[in-house]
C-alpha cells in the first residue's frame, strides 16, 4: 500500500474511532459531522472523502461489527446446536460481552434505525446472513414459526434485554444472573 492509501486508510480508521467517542458523549442523534472531524482533528472536507454521510460511516461501522462478529464464531467454545443449553449461553455471553465493548456503536444503530427507515432497512439487509447463521442453530427443533422467526424472535429478545440492562445504572440482577436468566428464557423459548 502506498503513502497515500495508508494515509487515507488511517484517517478512515481515526474518523471511525472519534465518531465512536462522540456518539458515546452526546448520542448519534446529537452528532455532528462538524464534531466528529474536531474530535479526530481533522478538516471538514476530509469527512466527505470516506464517507457521503454520517449514515454511511456509521454503516461502515456496522460492517466492522459484523466482520467482529463473523470472527467470533471461531471462538473456543462455540456451540452450534441450541437444543443444547450450554450453545445458548454462550452467544448470550458472547454478545453481552460484544455489547458492552461497543455499547455506543449499537446505541448509535439503535438511533438511526429509529428515525431513518431507509438506514434500518439497510441494517436489516447487512444482518439478514447472521439470522440465517442463526436459524441453522435450531435445525433439529421446531420453533413456533420456523427456525428463521424463532431466530429473529431470538436476537430481538437478547438486544432489548441486553439493552435495558446496559441502561439501567443500577439493575435488579448481576450480570452473571442476568446472563443465566436470558439463557434459560430463550432455550426454553426455540425449545418449545
Do not use: C
Not at 481533522?42 to 461489527?65: M, V, W
Not at 455499547?103 to 447472521?130: N, Y
Amino acid at each position: 500500500m502506498g503513502t497515500r492509501a495508508q494515509q487515507a486508510a488511517q484517517t478512515e480508521v481515526e474518523l471511525k474511532k472519534a465518531a465512536i467517542r462522540v456518539f458515546a458523549r452526546v448520542g448519534y442523534l446529537n452528532t455532528k459531522i462538524t464534531d466528529i472531524t474536531a474530535e479526530a482533528g481533522r478538516a471538514t472536507g476530509s469527512f466527505y472523502k470516506h464517507f457521503p454521510s454520517k449514515e454511511k460511516l456509521l454503516e461502515a461501522l456496522l460492517a466492522d461489527l459484523l466482520a467482529e462478529g463473523d470472527a467470533s464464531a471461531g471462538l473456543a467454545g462455540h456451540l452450534d446446536d441450541f437444543r443444547d443449553r450450554a450453545a445458548v449461553r454462550w452467544h448470550v455471553a458472547v454478545y453481552w460481552d460484544f455489547y458492552r465493548e461497543h455499547r455506543a456503536i449499537m446505541s448509535a444503530l439503535q438511533q438511526a434505525s429509529t428515525v431513518d427507515e431507509e438506514f434500518a432497512r439497510r441494517s436489516r439487509e447487512m444482518l439478514e446472513p447472521d439470522l440465517h447463521h442463526l436459524a441453522g442453530h435450531l435445525a433439529g427443533l421446531s420453533p413456533p414459526g420456523g427456525p428463521l422467526v424463532a431466530a429473529a424472535f431470538f436476537t430481538s429478545a437478547l438486544s432489548a434485554a441486553v439493552t435495558a440492562w446496559f441502561a439501567d445504572p443500577s439493575p435488579a440482577a448481576g450480570e452473571d444472573e442476568t446472563i443465566e436468566a436470558l439463557t434459560t428464557f430463550l432455550h426454553r423459548g426455540v425449545g418449545g
